[in-house]
T-cell receptor, first 116, second 115 residues
Framework: AQKITQTQPGMFVQEKEAVTLDCTYD???????LFWYKQPSSGEMIFLIY??????QNATEGRYSLNFQKARKSANLVISASQLGDSAMYFC?????????????FGQGTRLTINP | DAGVTQSPTHLIKTRGQQVTLRCSPK?????VSWYQQALGQGPQFIFQ???????QRGNFPDRFSGHQFPNYSSELNVNALLLGDSALYLC????FGTGAYNEQFFGPGTRLTVL
């Protein structure tokens, strides 16, 4: 069965510092995708970044990068030069590629607070 | 281009009542998934609809049912509400395809409170 584990319930970071949010996953399927979503207090899930299991390079999207270590089954999110607007809940999620109905399996989330 | 919309934004019901939540997918999307997010938890998959049929279901009782209309919009119905059904209900839409994954776009959610 698929499982996502986020071990950091909360993180506090000073503005402009880099922050790493941890995510480990468990699946026996060789083909999968890993996502990070940001959820502000408004509730909407905002897509940040995606990494496919066969991608050779780590994904990057602006200030976001994904540190993908396949052998360790980890997919940590790195936010460079944090901003006050980055304060939110962050969720790591996994999807099994190619399945007929693709459901996302989410972790418990990490609440990130950026201090001025 | 309108994104995923959900209605209502907030809803208060009492135990035993029934509720219907609505979702309109992003333009060009034909697949709708529903998730339940309890306070302090990650979203949990309820079910997914494509071509007006339920394609996969998560670990939710039959009190949770859904429907998809020919215009791809969807409804989530919950009967015999329990206090534990209080949650944020998220709708996500995607375009069914043969790629490695179908990116899901989320709506703002409906916050249901059961008293």
């Amino acid at each position: 069965a698929q499982k996502i584990t986020q071990t950091q319930p909360g993180m506090f970071v000073q503005e402009k510092e880099a922050v790493t949010l941890d995510c480990t996953y468990d699946t026996s399927d060789p083909s999968y995708g890993l996502f990070w979503y940001k959820q502000p207090s408004s509730g909407e899930m905002i897509f940040l970044i995606y990494q496919g299991s066969y991608d050779q390079q780590n994904a990057t999207e602006g200030r976001y990068s994904l540190n993908f270590q396949k052998a360790r089954k980890s997919a940590n999110l790195v936010i460079s030069a944090s901003q006050l607007g980055d304060s939110a809940m962050y969720f790591c999620a996994m999807i099994l590629a190619g399945q007929g109905a693709q459901k996302l399996v989410f972790g418990q989330g990490t609440r990130l607070t950026i201090n001025p | 281009d309108a994104g995923v919309t959900q209605s209502p934004t907030h809803l208060i019901k009492t135990r035993g009542q029934q509720v219907t939540l609505r979702c309109s997918p992003k333009s060009g999307h034909d697949t709708v998934s529903w998730y339940q997010q309890a306070l302090g938890q990650g979203p949990q998959f309820i079910f997914q609809y494509y071509e007006e049929e339920e394609r996969q279901r998560g670990n939710f009782p039959d009190r949770f049912s859904g429907h998809q209309f020919p215009n791809y919009s969807s409804e989530l119905n919950v009967n015999a509400l329990l206090l534990g059904d209080s949650a944020l209900y998220l709708c996500a839409s995607s375009a069914f395809g043969t790629g490695a994954y179908n990116e899901q776009f989320f709506g703002p959610g409906t916050r249901l409170t059961v008293l």
